[in-house]
């Protein structure tokens, strides 16, 4: 049974979010606060975390990078902040998925349910190609021999184009190979993690040869 932490500081959302969790079947455990989620995280080690942005002692952006710190479990982010870069600060930080304010809590629980499953996928045999190695049993990759940082979402974007290369994928699915499930609006949250990915892993961001831009389709992996 997987344990999902919700750091929320409004009690009725909480108590929405653990309703429909708990009839799937998960174990819930709760925090008003970031600081006390965080203490939670390093106590119970929870599987995944769903994440308000405003909340007192540390806030949702905060948590996030303190999580990421010490574990790689799916982060989700709620916040009545709809603006892009609300949400590319959130994914910046290492969060998996970002969710606006007010939400279908059906919606929260689907993708839940798909980065769960994502997670507990048996790991495949490592990957080099293009000059980057993927080890997925510690989940790091190396550039010509240099480690690089990515999020545990970058990871698994990356993960999918290498397993396939040539192949082009459109942004739907992209965005459900790496995370299960595409919802409506996930468009721009996944452009934003491949910016993000280029940034990291193409000698040349603006110009990119390993991960590349087909018009009008999607995006493909070029092993050469």
Do not use: C, W
Request: hydrophobic content about 40%.
């Amino acid at each position: 049974m997987a344990t999902i932490l919700i750091a929320e500081d409004d009690a009725d959302i909480r108590s929405v979010l653990r309703l429909y969790l708990e009839s799937e079947g998960y174990r819930v455990t709760e925090a008003e606060s970031g600081t006390r989620a965080l203490e939670l995280a390093r106590a119970q080690t929870p599987d995944l975390a769903i994440l308000d942005v405003m909340m007192p002692g540390m806030n949702g952006y905060e948590l996030t990078k303190a999580l990421r710190a010490f574990t790689d479990i799916p982060v989700l982010i709620l916040s009545a902040r709809s603006q892009d870069n609300d949400k590319i600060l959130g994914l910046n930080l290492g969060a998996d998925d970002y969710i606006a304010k007010p939400f279908n809590p059906m919606e929260v629980t689907a993708r839940v349910k798909a980065h769960l499953r994502r997670a507990a996928r048996t790991a495949a045999p490592g990957l080099s190609a293009g000059g980057l190695t993927l080890d997925p049993a510690s989940l790091t990759v190396e550039k010509d021999g240099v480690p690089v940082a990515l999020t545990p979402m970058e990871y698994k974007i990356l993960s999918a184009l290498m397993r396939a290369p040539g192949r082009i994928f459109t942004k739907v699915q992209l965005y459900e190979s790496a995370a299960g499930s595409y919802f409506e609006g996930d468009d721009n949250t996944m452009m934003v993690h491949i910016s993000k990915l280029r940034e990291k892993i193409e000698d040349d961001p603006r110009n990119p040869r390993r991960i590349v831009t087909v018009r009008g389709l999607g995006y493909k992996f070029e092993a050469k």
